[in-house]
């Protein structure tokens, strides 16, 4: 049974295999035909959105020329655990396939970075919330679909309770930083009763050590968050760069490298412009009290 999020794995074993490749001054097209594969199954392999048999494995670390031994095992290992089953994978039918990789990366990230510009982050909604959100968002789905995505959205919050995977700390839950545009606190999803106790579940959640929420404030005026919500996932590994969630209304969108950099350097101006937490408490606290 893998340590860990299979999702992670693979995308840990892809950056390996790139580096390997690059190595031999081989394109993906080049060793795609190597292999009788296409280019494009290579750059699903290498960014980590398919599993890999143990023969395709071996296959490319002949054609690499890896010798070591060490590694090799090592690797096998890895593809091993990339074709395990996460606690997710029981609502596959419930979930897109970009969806399913953010849980994926979600689930063994020790740190998550968030802003939002519309809704509260899905670790912190309610029940109620997140229903309200689905039936808006999704019209076209049935009680039963939605109750799944309800279901899948309160099971990810364990996260911020339990144990974060490899973090060295036995007892550390994952730690989320997040930026919510004051709109948040106004618009009323769900009617009023709904965003009351919504809020007032926020304001609850600051409470957690692990939990810190910034609002950012009418009154900061045009900031580079303007480009859209974002989160910034953050891994325990060194050898697992940091990777950037955007879901969009076409499409999700992972970035990593520069653009994750540069993501990073939009928190830290957006920090810059938010309120201090404890005046984010307050604002969120009257927010309530303007609802009752």
């Known amino acids: 049974m893998a340590i860990g999020s299979p999702t992670v794995r693979r995308r840990r074993l892809g950056l390996i295999l790139r580096s390997l490749r690059e190595r031999q001054g081989l394109t993906g097209e080049q060793v795609g035909t190597a292999v009788e594969r296409s280019g494009s199954w290579v750059s699903r392999v290498e960014t980590g959105r398919v599993g890999l048999r143990g023969r395709d494995l071996t296959e490319l670390l002949d054609l690499f020329e890896v010798a070591d031994t060490d590694l090799r095992t090592e690797l096998t290992a890895l593809a091993r655990e990339g074709k395990q089953r996460g606690w997710w994978s029981k609502y596959a039918d419930s979930l897109s396939g970009p969806y399913a990789t953010y849980i994926g990366f979600e ?57 974060a995977p490899e973090s060295g700390e036995p007892g550390r839950p994952l730690a989320l930083w997040a930026i919510f545009d004051e709109s948040v606190l106004h618009r009323r999803i769900g009617g009023e009763d709904v965003l009351r106790g919504q809020l007032a579940y926020l304001l609850q959640a600051t409470e957690l050590p692990n939990v810190t929420v910034q609002i950012l404030p009418f009154t900061a005026g045009a900031h580079p968050g303007m480009v859209g919500s974002f989160t910034v996932i953050k891994f325990p590994a060194d050898g697992d760069p940091d990777v950037v969630y955007v879901e969009g209304v076409t499409g999700d969108i992972f970035a990593e490298s520069e653009d994750a950099r540069w993501y990073n350097v939009v928190f830290e101006h957006l920090l810059a412009n938010a309120l201090s937490p404890s005046s984010s408490r307050e604002r969120i606290a009257r927010a309530i009290d303007e609802l009752s």
């Not at 899905?122 to 799944?148: H, I, N, S």
């Open 107 to 163: 689930a063994e990230a020790t740190r998550l970075q968030v802003y939002e510009t519309l809704t509260v982050h899905g670790l912190l909604q309610t029940e109620e919330y997140a229903r309200a959100l689905f039936r808006a968002g999704l019209p076209v789905l049935d009680t039963e679909a939605v109750d799944r995505r309800v279901k899948v959205r309160l099971a990810r919050q364990n996260a911020l309770l339990a144990p």
